[in-house]
Structures are given as C-alpha cells and as structure tokens.
C-alpha cells in the first residue's frame, strides 16, 4: 500500500492506494470519529463490494442507500432522495458518509456531505479507475443540470481516500479507458516524465498489467494532490489546469445527453481539441499532436467529434461552462506537452475554425 497526503493544513487527508483495502478495517476505523455510518454505493456497484465494506465497518452502526447507476441520475432529484434517506434513518452531524462507487457517486455523495446539516464528514473509495485518479481527489462535489456538467456543487475535503486497486478487476473495457484519459492528462499538463512513461507503458494499462496501474494511479494523484494544494478552491486559475479538454468535453456530455459518452470519453476528444487550437494558437507542434492522439488511440479512446453535433451545439453549450467569467471564455490549452495555461487571450476566430474543423471530420 502507498499512502501520501493532500496537504490543505486543517482539511488536509491520506489517500490510501493498493489492493485488497476494502478488507482493511482500521483504514475505515481510523477515520470514523463515532458509530454511525451512511453507505452510499450504486445498483452496479454494491453487488459486488458492499459486503467487504459493510464487514469492514461491522462494529459500526451501518446504514445503506443504493441509487441507480448512470450519469443521468447525477441530479439535485437524486440528493433528495439521499437527504430523505438521512433524514428518515434518524442520521446526525456525527455521521460519517462513505462514498463506494465511482466518479458519480463520489460527487453526489460528497455534496450530500457538505450540504446535509451544514456538513457531515465522509470517506471515498472510488471502484473506477476515473475516480480514483481524479474525482476522488480534490474535494470537488457536485450534479449535473440540464443546461450544464456540474453547474452545482461545492468544494468540500473527505477524511480519507480509499483506493482499491482490485476493484479495477470488474471495470469493463470502456470504463478502463475512460480512466486512463485522464491520467494522460496529467502529462500532459504538468509532467513530462510521466508523458514519456505512458508512451512506453499505455498498453500495460489498457492490458491491466497491476504494476503499471499501480503506478499510474499513484502519479496521477500526486500531480492532482500537488496542484490542489496551490489551489483548493480554484482562485489563482492554477487548479483550472486539471480542466483540460474538460470545457470542450462537457459540452459533449451536455449536447449528447449524460451517460451517452463516459465523461474520459469526452475528455479525451476535448483534449484532442484543445490540442488542435493550440497548434493553430502557434503553441503546439503537429509532430507532438500525432503523439497524443496515438496515446488516444492505443487507449480505445475517441478521436472523432460526436456526428451529431455541430460547432454552433459547441458554442451553444460551451457559453455555460464554469470557466466563463466577465463575459469571457477561458480554456486551457498546451504551449508544450507538459506546460499548459489557462487563457481567455485566444483568436476566436481560431476557435471557430477548430470546431468547424473536428465537427466535419
């Protein structure tokens, strides 16, 4: 097990990472300051975890909500029924909420903490490989609205993270490569190095070569954890940077329908197109595009545009996106592999022309 902290001084907590920890007690224990427990997992995933957990915390007084599984259910409806859930289960400010499942219920149940009586205290152990490089981490909690990705939400710190690298076993193929979408994001935009491994290592991952995965998960979250720790609640536009390819790719969720494209989907095309306004920006070379696209493609990730959408769905959806500000659009995009910036200094003209470009290939 590899074990380092997200350093946010008073807020600051341990993401644990390896295998077989469902099964490990004392790192639920450890974190659970009194006797009651909220589980919160999903149709899909408490079939085959929910026991492990529930055994894990057997000296506790454990209470259990299933939602349904899918993107679509990421609503303000959906936290009511957590809420209705609590309250009828008699659940107070001493509770500690668990999150097991992946990015969407992590989300959802985190902003069920921040909100429930002002604030309860949660744990996450994130069963996708998304999760547990990204959504996980951070504190970032949050829904979906029918205008917008994640327009409401909170910032809001677990206690700990739990990352089981065996519950990476039952993720399906596309689920895996959604996850390593954003773990070439990292290289992308802050660690070279790690670029460099992934284009020797990217077919370990989408084999799940364990070692490979390992790694990984802990570099990811190193980078996550780092940047966070710049810039917990995004004020100086470092922590912005784990946006890329993130404006573009929710205008895809949002234009397509939620659940239709897995969110790394969407990242991983929004990234490419990032990648293309950068090279028209003069940033970016051509040479180092076709590197990220092989990445891409070597990881069954999308390298085409939605047929269905239009540069003008683009537009349309991209005007909502949190990163908007005074009338603006700022989106991150490449001077390098590596370097990434956030800017509103972009020719919108250039904009206009890439997504003319991908939406017609």
Known sequence: MKTFDVQLGNRSYPIYIGGNLLAQSNLFLDHIPNESVFIISN?????????????????????????????QH??????ETIYSALLERHCSRDTTLIALGGGVVGDMAGFAAATYQRGINFIQ??????????????????VNHTLGKNMIGSFYQPQCVIA????????????????IAEIIKYGLIRDLEFFHWLEQ?????????LEALAFAVHRSCENKAFIVAED??????????????HTFGHAIETGMG???WLHGEAVAYGMLMAANLSIK?????QQDYARIENLLLVANLPTQAPENMTADDFFCHMSVDKKVRDGKLYLVLLNKIGEAVLTSDFNTALLESTLQECCSA
């Not at 529930?54 to 454990?62: A, E, G, I, P």
């Not at 290592?201 to 070569?209: A, H, Q, S, T």
């Not at 609640?233 to 890329?244: D, I, M, P, V, W």
Request: charged share 25%; proline share 3%.
């Open 43 to 71: 149709e899909k995933v408490a079939p085959l975890y929910l026991e492990q957990v529930l055994d894990s915390c057997k000296r506790l007084n454990c209470e259990v909500k299933i939602l349904p599984d899918g993107e």
């Open 74 to 79: 990421k609503t303000i409806s959906t936290i």
């Open 125 to 142: 152990v994130p069963t996708t490989l998304l999760a547990q490089v990204d959504s996980s981490v951070g504190g970032k909690t949050g």
């Open 164 to 179: 089981d690298l065996n519950t990476l076993n039952t993720l399906d193929d596309r689920e895996l490569s959604a996850g």
């Open 201 to 209: 290592n990217i077919l370990k991952l989408v084999e799940r070569d």
């Open 232 to 245: 917990e609640l995004e004020q100086s536009g470092k922590r912005a940077l784990l946006n890329f390819g």
């Open 258 to 260: 939620y659940g239709n």
């Open 281 to 285: 920006q003069g940033w970016l070379n």
